[in-house]
């Protein structure tokens, strides 16, 4: 705890974070985590991590599970009281792995935040550790009743869920949310976009329940169908459930997977 006390992404949230997949010691998606990271590095004005350094530690600690999720965490480092940064920064990456859950093929039942999220396009797309917006609207449900909840920007527009990138099929083309002002550029986001034709297109809420289908998606659970959001209810679509399935089979433990790394 002593290392931990003045660093700077404990107090004041001065870092980013990864969420990563692996397969034993492999992660199908390590490039484009990494490229992710260097970028929101870029961005906040932080010292780039070594990659090849955090791979080694990352597979050293996912090896011991057959699938785990890897926590990734690069702060700004240590510093004194305040908000200057310390000169020169060294950059301090956190790491720890649990094992991978299973998730429900059930479809999400979802309902709406009150909480919105601000614009700032300066954070807007990366995964810089301040994630308070999403805190306070996962505060709002307790219970299963729900699985997720969506939130709209202060123009009452849909940009996500609170831990998850949205798409919708409308009269038969799929849309998901920009990300220029608010919410995150998704690592899953990003290969479902590789897998289908997708606009980027502000979403209002009567768009979204005129949808045929619905989609999250996040690095960890991939692709989920939603099942129903207010009254709306959608039913099991082939495309989305192709979508899954090849998702599915990335992760798959007997897969070779060491050529995305």
Known sequence: MSLLRDDRGLHYGDGLFET????????????WHMQRLLLGSDRLGLPRPDVSTLLRRTRRAAAPLTQSIVK?????????????????????????????TP????????????????????LAGIKHLNRLEQVLA???WAGSEFDEGLMLNMQGQVIAATAAN????????????????SGIAGVARRWLMSQVDVTESALTPAALCSAQACVLTNAVRG???????????WSVDPQVQSLID????????????????
């Open 223 to 233: 692709p989920q169908r939603v099942a129903s959001l207010d009254s709306v209810e």
């Open 72 to 100: 990734l965490i690069w702060t700004a480092g240590s510093g004194l009281r305040g908000y200057a940064r310390p000169l020169p920064m060294r950059g301090r990456a956190l790491l720890y792995a649990t094992r991978y």
């Open 138 to 140: 996962r505060a709002e």
């Open 20 to 31: 990563i997949r692996f397969v034993g010691r492999q992660a199908p998606f390590w490039d």
């Open 103 to 122: 998730v429900s093929s059930a479809g999400l039942r979802l309902r709406w935040c009150t909480t919105r999220l601000g614009a700032q396009p300066a």
């Open 166 to 181: 949205l798409f919708a099929r409308v009269d038969g083309r799929w849309f998901t949310p920009p990300v220029n002002d």
């Open 246 to 261: 090849n998702w599915s089979a990335l992760f798959a433990v007997n897969c070779d997977v060491s050529s995305t790394l």
